[in-house]
């Protein structure tokens, strides 16, 4: 990033701006000017809320899903199927299957996928909480809803290994080759994930 | 196919250059690192995304220039189309038709080129990679779904690899490493399928024109070496099935597990498969002359471009520089081969090489960067 001259507190806010996903350089220097550009009222109070949301924002300690509540409101909820896991990488993912409104079930979020290449491995994602989860009897069939993507792919065969290890007669899912390659849950649309849910096939053991 | 206008920006060491090109063979006539290499390169790199002489795309952007452009309107299937490339030192952004192409995946397919260049020699003598490459380029230029295969086998054989790096002692290991192997035996069986067919159906094609350039007795076979399945094949019937390599893959994947982890990497596969050339019997590698390794590499351009015709639609040929090796006889045969086809570019160093022959093509200077029509 180019210093933008003799303003240096906004270099830095440009710099940082920079850094987020999907923000390029000019992007990054256009924000910057509009919040420059803006009431001070507006820019505090964005400051505000950014300040104190990494508090606000925790893991649920169930299920990993993002939430203001721990529990958050899936696990609390007595309407919630809890015979049937689904696990996704993110809670963006949890979000648009919800929205899809063909499932009733609980969630688990890994946190992302195995990614040798990146150093994530087993004890960086919630593995080992999944598996706690799973020796409780109300649990009968877990649905493996990662991203059809390579990580994905590998993440759910290691996952289906390590169940069928617990030896708990747990059924094991994961949606047909439906949607599309490489395409991600979050930018699918509802009526192709309900779909996806409701012919999900179960995983062929090798 | 058919290129009727060519504009490139910074490209290689091309400056600005605009070409409306009227019908018949071009011909590029100009010195050495002048630019004409490089023109070839702009359109084969509309077609595949890579150049035979880099993989950065900052080399690909003249000195001090910070980003380059090429676009071409051409013809195919009796529908004209634009497609462009913009480079910065770390994207390039195709599009086609004015609509911007989200995958590498998309690009394949559209422009369909086949690149003939001194390099071409690598095929016989280079190592198996330089082999798995040209193989790989010109099979996705004819199948274009098997780039994403080809790219998801590459990214969990690098994960399985880093597995492999990195967790020697972990309890997990066995699991860890496979993890990956659905993926690996789903995409790689694939791959080694698609590639297995392709290459012998290329080796048949080149056979063929080996026999027309050189008339003579000698003949040009080959076979697909499978390191997945340890298996090596010589004609098409010879391939199993994408469901029998897959087993046979698995199996060898598991029996080398060990010596993977004693080596860090994954030691079969489609990445380490090769295809070996022989002439009447004795390796083409160790044996050949200068001159029947040309004639090999001009055979097995001359069967790819069969390979890429759809219809009526051929590919366009782009011949860099590649006959000034050969005798005058070969040279006429070659032509004879390429010159009635739907869009050819030939360079040259000097207008004598040319004799008689190329007398009534379109001709244009290419100096110290810049095009320009006649000489
Ligand atoms: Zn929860």
Known sequence: MKPLGNLPSLDAVVAELGKLPGIGPKSATALGYHLVSLP??????LAQLLEVLPDKIVHCSVCGMLTETDPCAFCLSPSRDRSIVCVVEESLDALSIEKSGAFTGVFHVLGGTLSPLDGVGPAQLRIKELLERLKSDEIKEVILATNPSVEGEATASFLRTLIADLETGIELSRFARGLPIGGDLVYTDGETLA???????????Q | MRIQNLSIQNFRNLEEVSLDFPDGPQLLIGKNAQGKTSLLESIYFLATSTSHRTRLTRELIRARAETAFIKADFISEGIPHTLSAGLDGKTRRFRLDGEVLQKSADLYGHLKAVFFSPEDLEFITGSPNVRRRALDLGLCQKNPRMIGHLLDYRRALKQRNAVLK???RSKDLGNLLEAWEPLLVREGAEVLRERASYSLKLLEGASVYYDNLTQSAEELKGEYRSSGTREHWKKLDDIPSVNALQESFLKNLRTHQERDQAMKTTTCGPHRDDVVLSISGASAHRYASQGQKRSIALSTKLA????????DDNPILLVDDVTHEMDKNRCKRFFQNILSDSQVFLTFTEKTALRGLLDSCPTWTVEAGTVTPGK
């Open chain 1, 40 to 45: 001070t009222e507006r820019v505090k109070r």
């Open chain 1, 195 to 205: 779909l996806a849910i409701q012919t999900r096939k179960p995983m062929e053991n």
């Open chain 2, 166 to 168: 990195q967790n020697s």
């Open chain 2, 304 to 311: 790819e471009r069969d390979l890429l015709v759809k219809g």
